[in-house]
């Protein structure tokens, strides 16, 4: 079978599922190609070595890349965000057809949901389907994060979103929020699929502590609560600098923030101002360097802004912090909240309120060690049995499959 993967961010760009696809489906025995744009995310600046051209071919991990101009952005600009999104959108969609040969179907990762315009008019050059993955739901996502709040274009959002899940073969999505959102909008059940996300457990284990790293780092000697990944208006993060001032009382306590996001500069500059002395602020750090920060975590937080859209998101990074062995914090409602809660892999508490945080905080910093790392077991081994790449990838290849049956 021939796969093309379409989306507009991929490897060195943070994140390591669609190339673990990739590579997977290759070792499968499919001949498979990635049509992507030029790496800027999350700075919006190109990574060294690239700058943006009519075309560029590459090989990653055995698997053939096809670049095509974009406009490099990731501001808190909606309008640059929207030159970003459509000029990937339009070069793929225009480019596409005379750079990649014909494949069986059309694997295509959403967001943004401009990536459904390339989506179809590939699907309609070369009269083949396309699988829809939803890993953030549109237009709830740019209300929430307030990207776009204007109700006119919200709906004109809504409205070309129903039109790209009607053309889609097979919708899959991410939570059981995710579809239940789509019923109610008029998608039909048949096609809607619930396959998670995935992960590693290779990549990301349990590990001990590098206590030269944790003195290097500021994290040696102290309860740290770390908190890794993207810095933006979904994830709510005013909370846990709030948090942050409520437990001073307890000077052994921490919040270590990686990553990097157009809430960063914000988040510092109320840390600055109020002189909060248990933060850290680490920076963005590659893939391959997380599982040895994570080893320095005593709890692994997830927060997200206090919206009806979190209330059906599971981020990605849950299953990373399940799969390294450590205890879950988890500050948001829904999906989230019930995963954490029925693999046992932490404890949970309500978004967007800075004493609650502090409650659990203080909650688990009370408990035993066996305690905490018993929470730690059961998430690796939820992330090992249920949600390892090698089960979730064969749901979705037989999705794949099951696409290119019925169009060809």
């Not at 905490?372 to 081994?381: I, L, S, T, V």
Request: aromatic share 10%; with cysteine.
């Amino acid at each position: 079978m021939k796969v093309l993967i379409l989306t507009q961010f991929y490897s060195p760009e943070p994140g390591l599922m669609l190339q673990q696809l990739a590579q997977k489906l290759h070792a499968f025995g499919h001949a498979v190609t990635v049509l992507t744009g030029f790496p800027n995310y999350p700075a919006g600046t190109l990574y060294p070595g690239y700058r943006v051209r009519f075309c560029q071919r590459e090989m990653l991990a055995g698997v053939p890349v096809v670049r095509v101009p974009l406009y490099p952005e990731h501001s808190r600009s909606g309008l640059l965000r929207v030159f970003n999104y459509l000029s990937f959108a339009l070069s793929s969609a225009i480019l596409g057809p005379w750079l990649i040969k014909r494949p069986h179907v059309v694997f295509v990762y959403h967001p943004p949901l401009t990536i459904g315009l390339p989506a179809y008019v590939l699907s309609r050059f070369w009269h083949v389907p396309f699988v829809y993955q939803i890993q953030d739901m549109w237009p709830e996502t740019l209300r929430a994060t307030g990207m776009l709040q204007n109700p006119g274009l919200l709906r004109l959002v809504s409205r070309f979103a129903q039109w790209i899940y009607k053309k889609a073969q097979i919708i899959l999505v991410i939570s059981p929020g995710f579809r239940r959102n789509l019923i109610e909008k008029g998608v039909s059940s048949r096609k809607i699929r619930v396959i998670s996300n995935w992960i590693d457990p290779n990549i990301y284990y349990p590990q001990d502590p590098d206590p030269k790293l944790a003195e290097k780092l500021g994290l040696d000697k102290r309860f740290n609560i770390i908190y890794a990944g993207n810095m933006g208006e979904g994830q709510g993060l005013e909370t846990v600098l709030e948090s942050a001032i409520l437990l001073s009382d307890l000077p052994e306590v921490q919040f270590v923030f990686i990553g990097d996001g157009i809430a960063l500069p914000r988040l510092r500059q109320f840390v600055e101002e109020r002189k909060i002395d248990n933060i850290r602020f680490l920076g963005r750090y590659p893939y391959h360097a997380m599982q040895d920060l994570y080893a320095l975590a005593d709890v692994l937080l997830i927060h997200l802004k206090d919206d009806p859209l979190f209330r059906i998101t599971i981020p990605s990074k849950t299953l990373a912090y399940m799969a390294t062995g450590k205890p879950i914090l988890a500050a948001g409602n829904g999906d989230i909240s019930d995963l954490i809660t029925k693999v046992g892999a932490g404890i949970t508490c309500p978004p967007g309120n800075g004493r609650a945080l502090a409650a659990s905080v203080r909650q688990l910093f009370s408990m035993s060690a066996d305690e905490r790392r018993n929470m730690g077991k059961q998430g690796r081994q939820a992330a090992s049995n249920q949600y390892s790449k090698d089960v979730v990838i064969a749901e979705i290849e037989k999705e794949l499959r099951r696409a290119a049956s019925v169009g060809n």
